[in-house]
């Protein structure tokens, strides 16, 4: 029974285009991530929400927008796709914001989204 | 400059050899550690986690690390063909824009072949 599950996982779409990435977490966490791993394997974080809110939001270009349903749903929407979208996008989750604590967090094992 | 630096490899080592991987940092609100490991298609696993300055000890990885020098390590000892994976250090920040985010280095490709 998959924790972080995310669909699809590989997108290959043309430039342009508008996608989305859906996340699910069966672990009852509060916490939910975007990150974006590029080609030479750097993963940062994109977004995080905690209850529904969002808490987290790095310098990401306003085609991104995250979306939270509920806590146990994150959802990525991405306009106007350009090349260099292109990268690997892992969902994650954990118990709570912990701030300073450690709070172990459980990655979905991606979604590759290509650029032609 | 990125606020974590960490060798991508690739590191070959034989079967039963000691690992040692390393990160350094920049940013002095780094207060917590972590080490991940990714296998090739699957999402980071938490291996281990530490605060302090000094060792802590988990099966056959130790992890290590000196806030005096910012560098931090992780010892893989008697390693196995199923410790092969990407190995990602990750550090929270007690304040300012690092605050309660994971700034990961990039990762060090490690191969044990038997």
């Known amino acids: 029974d998959t924790a972080v599950s995310q669909t699809p996982k590989y997108l290959v779409t043309q430039m342009g285009n508008d996608k989305s990435i859906k996340c699910e977490q069966n672990?009852?966490?509060?916490?939910m991530y975007w990150y974006k791993q590029d080609s030479k394997k750097f993963l940062k974080i994109m977004f995080s929400?905690?209850?529904?809110?969002?808490?987290i939001n790095e310098t990401v270009p306003n085609r991104f927008s995250p979306k939270s349903p509920d806590k146990a749903h994150l959802n990525l929407h991405i306009n106007s796709l350009e090349l260099g979208d292109s990268a690997v996008y892992f969902c994650?989750?954990?118990?709570?914001?912990?701030?300073?604590?450690?709070?172990?967090?459980?990655f979905g094992d991606g979604t590759r989204l290509s650029i032609l | 400059q990125k606020e974590v630096e960490q060798d991508p490899g690739p590191l070959s080592v034989p079967e039963g050899a000691i690992v040692s991987l390393n990160c350094t940092y920049s940013?002095?609100?780094?207060?917590?550690f972590m080490w991940y490991r990714q296998y090739s298609r699957k999402g980071p696993e938490l291996l281990m986690y530490?605060?302090?300055?000094g060792n802590k000890e988990d099966g056959r990885f130790t992890a290590q690390v000196d806030k005096s020098s910012k560098y931090i390590s992780l010892f893989i000892r008697d390693s196995q063909p199923s410790d092969s994976a990407t190995y990602l250090c990750?550090?929270?920040?007690?304040?300012?824009?690092?605050?309660?985010?994971?700034?990961f280095g990039q990762g060090t490709i490690l191969t044990v072949h038997p």
């Open positions: 940013n002095s609100a780094f207060q917590y």
């Open positions: 530490t605060y302090s300055s």
């Open positions: 672990l009852g966490h509060d916490t």
């Open positions: 990750a550090m929270i920040g007690a304040g300012g824009t690092s605050y309660g985010k994971l700034t």
């Open positions: 994650a989750s954990s118990q709570d914001f912990g701030g300073l604590r450690v709070q172990p967090q459980h």
């Open positions: 929400y905690n209850n529904k809110e969002l808490i």
